[in-house]
């Protein structure tokens, strides 16, 4: 069971304008999300994160946007670069598990196209 | 400051062998995580310790998968007999602690398991 949810393998974009990558989640249990970004032979490192409290939060060029009711995040990132190509994870938790277990949707591979 | 340390890089071995990975996390982190990533999957979580108890390890396969952190420090990971399926990059990872809202995990870089 996928609780977490990125439809999109892949995206393309070119230099400079935004990128938008959708997560989508079911369990209405989770209370915090993160991005996470990882380059090939790296482990993923830590974006960005928002609180279920919150329905926007902004870290200079990236955004990321809760729709609670759709049990949607997206993330922003404006103006996209060419050191932005990576493969993006959405993860969830929740605070009611105690043990901050993170669950990680599938990823979506971004290319900045120059 | 030092990053999540893992080896081997990268291991190749043949079905039913054994083989272990090694991990030390960041200097004070009390919480230290094993996730496996198959390949177009996203990194699912193994099994978490709390300095050297363990947290949580309901998705670990104990028929042939095992791990301990001795002295709420270093961790391995071992997996005896291998499978095919257990072919994946197994990824370590540290936070400060348990407590908190979320807490953002620091990862290593891996270690890449073949099973032949």
């Known amino acids: 069971d996928q609780q977490v949810k990125q439809n999109s393998p892949s995206l393309s974009v070119q230099e400079g304008r935004i990128s938008i990558l959708n997560c989508d989640y079911t369990?209405?249990?989770?209370?915090?999300f993160l991005w996470y970004k990882k380059y090939p032979a790296e482990g993923p490192t830590f974006l960005i994160s928002?609180?279920?409290?919150?329905d926007k939060n902004e870290d200079g060029r990236f955004t990321v946007f809760l729709n609670k009711s759709a049990k949607h995040l997206s993330l922003h990132i404006v103006p996209s670069q060419p050191g932005d190509s990576a493969v993006y994870f959405c993860?969830?938790?929740?605070?009611?598990?105690?043990?901050?277990?993170?669950?990680f949707g599938t990823g979506t591979r971004l290319t900045i196209i120059p | 400051e030092a990053g999540v340390a893992q080896s081997p890089r990268y291991k190749i071995i043949e079905k039913r062998q054994s083989v272990a990975f090694w991990c030390n996390p960041i200097s004070g982190h009390a919480t230290l995580y094993w996730y496996q990533q198959i390949l177009g999957q996203g990194p699912k979580l193994l099994i978490q310790f709390q300095n050297n108890g363990v947290v949580d390890d309901s998705q670990l396969p104990k028929d042939r998968f095992s791990a301990e952190r001795l002295k709420g420090v270093d961790s391995t990971l071992k997996i005896q007999p291998a499978k095919l399926e257990d072919s994946a990059v197994y990824l370590c990872?540290?936070?400060?602690?348990?407590?908190?809202?979320?807490?953002?995990?620091?990862f290593g870089s891996g270690t890449q398991l073949s099973v032949l």
């Open positions: 369990n209405s249990m989770f209370d915090y």
């Open positions: 928002i609180s279920s409290i919150k």
């Open positions: 993860a969830a938790s929740a605070s009611n598990f105690g043990n901050e277990k993170l669950t």
């Open positions: 990872a540290s936070s400060l602690s348990l407590q908190g809202q979320g807490e953002k995990l620091f």
